[in-house]
């Protein structure tokens, strides 16, 4: 059975930093993109960025509004991603969800999600 | 601002059939696959339609996708009160280089 599982979550003052984890389970995670989108309070969901696999050089792709301040990471020895997450911003509250992009090549297409994992940035 | 523009609200009465629509532009929807989501907020995602048309398995039959152009929509026949959820599109953008979302759509079943 897949599995993604979050961590890390939590509260943290604006300028701050937090680290997610997300632990991958049933599949061969090093086969597979791995991707972070995130809901805002009342807000739809947002693409926040990704990590492509071994074969493609675990390239990068960022949305503009976390460029430059978070960064994704991959441990394909532990089945895990990461979401380093720096100078955070009020905006930047959301639950964080990890997805993993089906083999198809569909590019938007995010077969397995996590539970999500809820990031408050407040003082 | 979503770069995909669904409508914010539809609504069918148990067992009708509703379409929600998803209109984007040459550099995503025009050249790029569309997929759809059902999302209960506090939930996980759930994948309906990939590659525009495709439903992965387990997904009932009564969910149906398709693009014309830069615009695609979703189907929904024979509607159930679980279907009361909200719905987004997505694909992936050449200018922006990532994957853009629709601002979501809330279906009420009255």
């Known amino acids: 059975e897949v599995q993604l599982v979050e961590s890390g979550g939590g509260l943290v003052q604006p300028g701050g930093s937090l680290r997610l984890s997300c632990a991958a389970s049933g599949f061969t995670f090093s086969d597979h993109y791995m991707d972070w989108v995130r809901q805002a309070p009342g807000k739809g969901l947002e693409w926040v960025g990704r990590?492509?696999?071994?074969?493609?050089?675990?390239?990068?792709d960022y949305a503009a509004s976390v460029k430059g301040r978070f960064i994704i990471s991959r441990d394909d020895s532990k089945n895990s991603l990461y979401l380093q997450m720096n100078s955070l911003k009020t905006e930047d509250t959301a639950v964080y969800y990890c997805?993993?992009?089906?083999?198809?090549?569909?590019?938007?297409?995010?077969?397995?999600w996590g539970q999500g994992a809820p990031v408050t940035v407040s003082s | 601002q979503s770069v995909l523009t669904q409508p914010p609200s539809v609504s069918g009465t148990p067992g009708q059939r509703v379409t929600i629509s998803c209109s984007g532009s040459s550099s995503n929807i025009g050249i790029k696959t569309v997929s759809w989501y059902q999302h209960l907020p506090g939930t996980a995602p759930k994948l309906l339609i990939y590659?525009?048309?495709q439903r992965p398995s387990g997904v009932p039959d009564r969910f149906s996708g398709s693009k014309s152009g830069t615009s695609a929509s979703l189907a929904i026949s024979g509607l159930l009160s679980e279907d009361e959820v909200d719905y987004y599109c997505?694909?992936?953008?050449?200018?922006?280089?990532?994957?853009?979302f629709g601002g979501g759509t809330k279906l009420a079943v009255l």
């Open positions: 997505a694909a992936w953008d050449d200018s922006l280089n990532g994957v853009v």
């Open positions: 590659s525009n048309d």
């Open positions: 997805a993993r992009r089906i083999r198809s090549g569909s590019s938007s297409s995010f077969d397995y």
């Open positions: 990590i492509r696999n071994k074969a493609k050089s675990y390239t990068t």
